[in-house]
C-alpha cells in the first residue's frame, strides 16, 4: 500500500512538471519555425507515456519507441536540444525571480549567456533524454518482469499506426500554423484529426480511452494552458477568464471525488475572482485588504470540501493552485508586486513588448508610469506618455510640460536633459528642441538592447 502511494506520488509530480514542460516549450518555440512546432510532440508523448505507466499497460512501449526515434534530432546542429531542454528552463527560472522581485536571472537571454548555453546543447540533450526515456524504460522493463502489465485493446500494429496517425497530424498542423501563421485554423484541424482516433483505432467506443483520472489531469492542463494564454494577452479576455477559469476547476475537482457542487460555493467563487480582478484597480494597504477578503471568500468553499471529503491536504493544494496561481496566471502579470500605483490600460503600442506591459497611475490619474509582468519599468511619475515609433523601444515621457526619451527594452533615460518638445524631422530622426538650441535624436536602424552603450544617439547638430 506505502508502495503504491509512493509511485503515485512520483507519478503526479512527472506529469506535473511534463506539463509545465509543455507549456514552456508552446510558449518560447511554436511561432518560431513548423519544425520546431513540432517539439511540442516531446511533452505530449511523455504526458501519454505517463498516463500508460500509471495504467501499467503494454501500449506503453508505442509512446517510448516513437520518442526513441525522435531522439535523434535532438543531437541536430540546428539547437532543438537547447529549445526543448535549456530554453523553458531558462524561462522558469527568470520568471520565478523576476516574479519574486529579484533579479538572478535576468541575463539569461543575452548573447554571452546565450552562447555559453548553447555549448552546452548536448549535455542538455543526454540529461533530458535520460529523464525522458530511462524512467518509462525502467518502469516498463520491472512490470514486464514482474508480470503486472495490463493488456491493452490495441494490437501493437495498431498502435504503432496510432502513433503515425499523431504524428502525421502534428506535422500537418505545426506546418499550417507556422507557414500561414494560422492558429485557430491549425487548432481546429488538430482538434477534428483527434476526435477521428476513437472512430477509427477504438471502434467508436471511447470508454476505455481514458479514465476518471486521465480525464481529469487532461481537462486540468486545459484550463490551466487557457488561463496561461489568456494571460499572455493581459487584455479584458483575462478578466472573463479569471472568473471562469478558477470555478470550472472546481468544479472539475468535485466531478473528480464525485462530490456535488452548491450555489452557496459557485457565488463564493465567482465573488472572489471578482475581488481579485477589482484589487488591481487599487493601492497599497486597500488592493492587499481586497486580496485578503478575496482569499478568505475562496477558502471558504475549500473549507466545506475538506471537511465533505477528508482530504485537508489536497485541499490546501487545490485551494492553493485556485485562489493563488490560477488568478495570477489568468491576468499575466503579479498583481501582488507594484503595490503603489494602479492597472489603468494595456499599452500596446510597442509592438515587440515580449513581457507585456501596462500603463500604471498614482494620484487618481495625474501622474501614469509603466510595469512589466513583473514590476515597473518607468516609474509613474510623468504626465504622459508616447511613442516615437511602434517598432523601436523609445517613447517620449512628460513631467512640468518638459519631455525626456526613454528606453522600454534597456529601462533607462536616453539623456538626463529635458527638452521642451520631440518633432520628428525624418526617419527615425527626430528634433529636440530646448533653450540651449536645438539637438537631434537618431533612433538605430537594428536595435540591440545588450549594446554596452545606449543605441540611440543625440547630436548636436543634424546627422
Known amino acids: 500500500m506505502e508502495k503504491n502511494r509512493t509511485f503515485t506520488f512520483w507519478m503526479l509530480a512527472d506529469l506535473a512538471v511534463c506539463c509545465l514542460w509543455m507549456l514552456l516549450v508552446a510558449h ?17 508523448l511523455r504526458i501519454w507515456t ?12 508505442a509512446p517510448i519507441a516513437m520518442l526513441m526515434l525522435l531522439t535523434p534530432v535532438l543531437f541536430m546542429e540546428s539547437g532543438p536540444a537547447y529549445l526543448l531542454f535549456i530554453a523553458p528552463c531558462t524561462k522558469l527560472l527568470m520568471v520565478a525571480s523576476a516574479m519574486f522581485g529579484m533579479d538572478l536571472f535576468t541575463d539569461l537571454t543575452s548573447p554571452n549567456a546565450l552562447k555559453i548555453l548553447y555549448d552546452y546543447d548536448i549535455t542538455a540533450a543526454l540529461i533530458g533524454c535520460l529523464w525522458m526515456l530511462a524512467i518509462p524504460i525502467g518502469v516498463y522493463v520491472y512490470r514486464l518482469c514482474k508480470k503486472q502489465l495490463q493488456p491493452s485493446s490495441l494490437n501493437v500494429w495498431k498502435a504503432f499506426a496510432l502513433c503515425a496517425y499523431i504524428f502525421a497530424i502534428a506535422l500537418s498542423a505545426a506546418f499550417l500554423f507556422s507557414r500561414y501563421f494560422k492558429i485557430t485554423l491549425a487548432a481546429v484541424l488538430l482538434a477534428m484529426m483527434l476526435l477521428l482516433i476513437p472512430a477509427i483505432f477504438y471502434r ?3 470508454k476505455g480511452l481514458f479514465n476518471r483520472k486521465e480525464i481529469f489531469c487532461l481537462l486540468t492542463f486545459v484550463i490551466f494552458a487557457l488561463g496561461y494564454m489568456c494571460g ?8 472573463v477568464m479569471l472568473c471562469l477559469l478558477p470555478l470550472a476547476f472546481f468544479a472539475l475537482v468535485n466531478w473528480y471525488v464525485r462530490r456535488a457542487i452548491t450555489y452557496k460555493e459557485i457565488m463564493l467563487i465567482v465573488g472572489a475572482s471578482v475581488l481579485f480582478w477589482t484589487a488591481q484597480y487599487t493601492v497599497n494597504m486597500l488592493r492587499l485588504l481586497i486580496f485578503f477578503v478575496s482569499l478568505v471568500m475562496m477558502a471558504l ?19 492553493v493552485l485556485t485562489a493563488l496561481v490560477l488568478p495570477v496566471i489568468c491576468l499575466g502579470y503579479n498583481p501582488y508586486s507594484v503595490l503603489e500605483a494602479r492597472r489603468e490600460w494595456r ?12 500603463c500604471v497611475s498614482v494620484r487618481d490619474g495625474l501622474y ?20 516615437l515609433e511602434s517598432s523601436k523601444p523609445y517613447c517620449k515621457v512628460r513631467k512640468n510640460r518638459m519631455w525626456q526619451i526613454y528606453d522600454i527594452e534597456r529601462h533607462e533615460l536616453v539623456s538626463d536633459e529635458w527638452f521642451e518638445d520631440v518633432i520628428p524631422c525624418g526617419k527615425l530622426l527626430y528634433r529636440l528642441e530646448s533653450g540651449d538650441g536645438e539637438k537631434y535624436l537618431e533612433i538605430p536602424f537594428y536595435y540591440d538592447r545588450y549594446e554596452r552603450r545606449q543605441p540611440a544617439v543625440i547630436f548636436e ?3
Open 28 to 44: 518560447d518555440n511554436i511561432t518560431i519555425a513548423w519544425m520546431h512546432s513540432l517539439l511540442l510532440l516531446f511533452p505530449a
Open 50 to 61: 505517463n498516463f500508460l505507466m500509471q495504467r501499467r499497460s503494454r501500449l506503453m512501449l
Open 204 to 206: 467508436g467506443n471511447i
Open 232 to 239: 499572455i494577452t493581459m487584455n479584458l479576455i483575462s478578466a
Open 301 to 319: 468553499p475549500f473549507i466545506r470540501f475538506a471537511l465533505d471529503t477528508n482530504k485537508h491536504w489536497k485541499s490546501a493544494g487545490v485551494y
Open 347 to 358: 499599452f500596446d503600442e510597442y509592438r515587440y513588448a515580449q513581457n507585456g506591459l501596462l
Open 368 to 387: 501614469v508610469g509603466l510595469r512589466d509582468r513583473y514590476g515597473i519599468i518607468l516609474p509613474p511619475e510623468y504626465e504622459y506618455i508616447e511613442m
Open 461 to 463: 547638430e543634424l546627422p
